[in-house]
């Protein structure tokens, strides 16, 4: 079965630290995402990547950084966590068309106290 | 970029259809128009995509107008396993690929 595995399903950290949320799949696509999801909001799209080494800002850039050095491996970086991070981040991948769809992680939900 | 417009919340008896509407007027003529559904604490599953024709999988049907600008999403028999949020989206060109635009969703809860 396919997958896009998220690190950690749940993560608290402390206000100023710096945060890595890890996603990795088995697929082999190129595309990988990372949105945010808070209640009343949906899902919003923070960073992509449709390469190894490559990277897009989405609709919410700001406060996060990413990382792809390897092709299964997309990693979202809070440099200073802050409360208004505390939300649930969910890491999704496709084949550079979309096709049959966008497989997504289980999320982590992260706390910033 | 286009998007879409859902009622937040709908209910249908087990055992009937449920049929999700969704408003996605100012679709552009080659953006997909895809589904997703969120179960509680679970990362959103694909259910189905489309461009102009109708679409049938094991999981739902589609039914997009022909002026692509609403579009239905047809449960042909819930079950209580199909309470969840669904998503209508616009997949968005970008330079070399694409993304998705998420809306609000509904909340679909299936009554036994």
């Known amino acids: 079965d396919v997958k896009v595995t998220q690190s950690s399903r749940y993560l608290v950290k402390r206000t100023g630290e710096k945060v890595f949320l890890e996603c990795v799949q088995d697929?082999?696509?190129?595309?990988m995402f990372w949105y945010r999801q808070d209640p009343g909001l949906g899902l919003r799209l923070i960073y992509f990547s449709y390469d190894v080494k490559m990277k897009e800002k989405g609709d919410i850039p700001e406060g996060y950084s990413v990382s792809r050095e390897k092709k299964e491996r997309f990693s979202l970086i809070l440099e200073s966590a802050s409360t208004n991070q505390t939300s649930m981040y969910l890491c999704?991948?496709?084949?550079?068309?979309?096709?049959?769809?966008?497989?997504f992680g289980s999320g982590t939900r992260l706390t910033v106290v | 970029d286009a998007k879409t417009t859902q009622p937040p919340s709908m209910d249908c008896a087990e055992g009937r259809a449920a049929n999700l509407p969704c408003n996605h007027s100012t679709i552009s003529g080659n953006e997909y128009v895809y589904w997703y559904r969120q179960i509680h604490s679970q990362g959103p599953q694909y259910i189905i995509h489309g461009l102009k024709n109708n679409e049938t999988n094991e999981m739902a049907s589609l039914i997009i107008t022909e002026d692509r600008k609403s579009s239905t999403l047809i449960l042909p028999h819930a079950t209580l396993r199909d309470t969840a949020v669904y998503y209508c989206i616009v997949r968005v060109r970008m330079d070399s690929s694409y993304k998705l635009i998420f809306g609000s969703g509904t909340r679909l809860l299936v009554r036994p």
């Open positions: 697929m082999d696509h190129e595309n």
């Open positions: 999704a991948s496709s084949f550079p068309r979309g096709g049959s769809g966008y497989t």
